[in-house]
């Protein structure tokens, strides 16, 4: 059986809308190209131009036996926001038509999207630690500064709770908008598409859908401190979706750079071993904003031990009696 396809795209700034409709075979090799030069067709006959703006991308892959994956995000860009918005999906139907792990049936794909061509941006103008000192299992706050794109500045605080066996000494956090990657590639969460492609089709979906979307703060704790990376704010690693331009970036020798950068990184945890522990899942918040969040900044929290702190107190104790 054929695969119903559907993109509909509406340029708010004409009221122009797009619908383009077809049938894909449904031949895994195939889906995920044909479906982006439908999506790619779409985004011209609405537009009827090839520039920047802000998009709102609906995704909607049916499968049989599954719930449908689902997902909502925001994109902007200054040269081709078509290319931008049609990367990510394009990128999920390739893995879930290509999944090495078992054959996932898709039974339908629809993508819905609004475009206009304001700038709805906001960049992380500063970040700052709210607490003095910090213990394991402490909630720490960040205070987040925006700067909104010919706009105001707007304030917002996120809340991280420290692992109870995270330990003393000085660790490392990053605040950064959802949608950024690195040039040396450090983003240590995001599982490269080998990876994926040989998780369960169940896993890969969850692993895919939890991901930041463009307009999210994130705050993550970081397993190593780093000098702060170089920010890409293209379209995501290894999309093989070419537009102008507007492709994955080449990530050869990206790996290499990482590894000499842990070589040289110091080392938080007692061993490596407690280190890769630790660090087995992220820890890390977000929060939505009305804006495609840009920047990054690193911030570093001196994790104080129980018996430092007491130790203080104990010595503390002396003085004031004798005042």
Same mark, same amino acid.
């Given at each position: ?33 044909i479906f ?51 990367s990510d ?68 605080? &996120? ?5 109870? +066996?995270? $330990? =003393?000494?000085?660790? *490392?956090?990053?605040? /950064?908008? !959802? ?18 492609l040989y ?25 190593? &401190? ?5 920010? +890409?704010? $293209? =379209?995501?690693?290894? *999309?093989?979706?070419? /537009?102008? !331009? ?78």
């Amino acid at each position: 059986a054929t695969i119903p396809v559907s993109v509909t795209v509406l340029d708010q700034e004409t009221g122009r809308e797009k619908t383009v409709s077809m049938l894909v075979a449904p031949e895994e090799s195939l889906v995920a190209g044909i479906f982006g030069s439908g999506a790619l067709a779409a985004f011209d006959g609405a537009l009827d131009r090839v520039g920047g703006g802000t998009a709102y991308v609906e995704l909607s892959v049916k499968l049989d036996g599954r719930d449908a994956y689902e997902r909502r995000d925001t994109f902007w860009s200054g040269s081709d926001v078509a290319g931008g918005s049609v990367s990510d999906a394009f990128d999920t139907v390739g893995l879930i038509a290509n999944s090495a792990a078992e054959r996932a049936t898709i039974e339908g794909i629809t993508l819905k999207a609004r475009v206009g061509p304001d700038r709805r941006t906001a960049v992380i103008e500063k970040a700052r630690v709210l607490q003095k000192t910090v213990r394991p299992g402490d909630q720490v706050d960040v205070e987040v500064t925006l700067r909104v794109f010919r706009g105001p500045r707007v304030t917002q605080v &996120l809340s991280l709770v420290m692992p109870d +066996d995270i $330990g =003393s000494g000085m660790v *490392s956090l990053m605040v /950064r908008g !959802g949608s950024v990657s690195f040039e040396d590639d450090v983003d240590s969460w995001a599982k490269p598409v080998e990876e994926l492609l040989y998780m369960d089709v169940d896993d890969m979906l969850a692993e895919l859908g939890s991901r930041p979307l463009g307009n999210d703060i994130v705050l993550e704790l970081e397993p190593y &401190l780093l000098e702060e990376p170089s920010v +890409d704010m $293209g =379209s995501p690693v290894d *999309s093989e979706l070419h /537009r102008d !331009g507007v492709s994955g970036r080449d990530s050869k020798d990206k790996a290499s750079d990482k590894d000499k950068a842990k070589e040289s990184a110091p080392s938080g945890g007692d061993s490596q071993a407690d280190a890769d522990a630790l660090f087995s899942e992220p820890v890390s918040v977000r929060a939505q904003t009305e804006w495609v969040i840009q920047g990054i900044k690193w911030l570093t929290v001196d994790i104080e031990a129980e018996t430092d702190v007491e130790t203080e107190v104990e010595t503390e104790e002396p003085d004031s009696a004798d005042a």
